[in-house]
């Protein structure tokens, strides 16, 4: 079982074009396996990111405080090389 008091993993992933996605997650290794997904599906030259949230507790509308960043990925850019 998971706490909120833990903290929870964030991950968001993006492309030049605005396409992306995000979630939230408790553990580190299912927000790392995420951001690796997200990226395979967006163009070439995205970039994402897993930083460590905790629950904003005095927010009046759920939110989070996020913390340090822990990965940052970029999916390369990719040539063609003509033949």
Partial sequence: MHFDTEGFYSWTASDDDGRGSCGITGELERASARLRQALESLAPGASGAVQFVRLDRY????SYIYGVTLLSLRKEKTTAAAE
Avoid: E, G, K, T
Wanted: proline share 25%; glycine share 0%.
């Fill in 59 to 62: 927010a009046s509308d759920p």
